[in-house]
């Protein structure tokens, strides 16, 4: 709104800041009342006039609920305080909200679904630093080594770190789900065996996904009394194809 009234005419932004009253004069009896609109001087026509269209200005960006409110005043410079009070509060309110969001500022996070586009739009280079999430943290030290973050416009933190998330969507493939793990009580060992050897060498999962299927394996281990011998030998017997052998045939050739 500020923009729009000064592109009209500054005086008319200058009519909002200085204010304007109706120019008055001395009576006989020493009162002072409004001056007659015909006899005001060109400067006072010029000034009244800046005020009504600063007014009319300010009626055109408002709506219905805030018009009621600033409909009775004359005055640009008071109807737009009253705007500024009914909108922002009063300068104690105001500081209320800053500090409510310099809380909130402090331990915003980003969230998991969030992507760099949505989340680069609420912080600032230190803060963004400090708050993305763990798929980051390599690309963050990296840009910390390299440069000087003190100085680093957000533009290009946020530019680079753009087109490493879409080098991880591009270099990482699309495994199966970890839902798709036959479960722990399967009563086949092989199958529940060859599934998380699968999964741990060929999915590409990430640290939790990894030890989800850890915890599952151990706990498909204790069900059926098998010892904890190392992950890595039990998803190498598993994941090794074993020979078929004929019936009758024995495993000693003479």
């Given at each position: 709104?500020?923009a ?12 909002i ?6 120019p ?35 009626y055109?960006?408002?709506d219905?609920?805030l ?24 300068r ?7 500090r ?18 949505s989340?680069?739009?609420k ?10 999430t763990?798929?980051?943290?390599m ?15 957000f ?26 793990i036959s ?12 599934a998380?050897?699968?999964e ?6 990430d ?12 706990d498909?281990l204790k ?12 998803l ?8 078929p ?10």
């Open positions: 709104m500020r729009y009234i000064k592109t009209m005419d500054e005086r008319f932004w200058r009519a800041l200085t204010g304007w009253e109706a008055k004069r001395d009576d006989p009896d020493g009162d002072i009342i409004l001056n007659n609109e015909v006899e005001w001087t060109a400067e006072e026509l010029t000034t009244s006039n800046a005020n009504t269209k600063a007014l009319n200005a300010i055109s960006f408002v219905v609920s018009f009621r409110i600033i409909s009775n005043i004359q005055m640009d410079k008071e109807t737009w305080e009253a705007l500024q009070l009914f909108c922002e509060g009063s104690g309110v105001q500081r209320t909200k800053l409510m969001l310099a809380i909130q500022f402090e331990v915003i996070r980003m969230e998991e679904s969030e992507t760099i586009v989340y680069s739009v912080l600032l280079v230190s803060e963004f630093l400090r708050s993305v763990k798929k980051l943290n690309k963050i030290t990296a840009i910390e080594e390299a440069k000087d973050t003190s100085v680093m416009s533009d290009e933190l946020d530019g680079s770190l753009k087109a490493y998330e879409m080098e991880l969507k591009i270099k990482q493939p699309k495994g199966r789900s970890i839902a798709l479960a722990p009580d399967s009563e086949d060992e092989d199958l529940d065996l060859a998380i050897a699968y741990a060498e060929y999915a590409n999962l640290a939790d996904s990894i030890a989800l299927i850890t915890r599952k394996f151990y498909f069900k059926k009394n098998i010892s904890r011998k190392p992950l890595s030998r039990h190498k017997s598993a994941s090794e194809p074993s020979t052998q004929l019936v009758g045939q024995s495993s000693n050739r003479f």
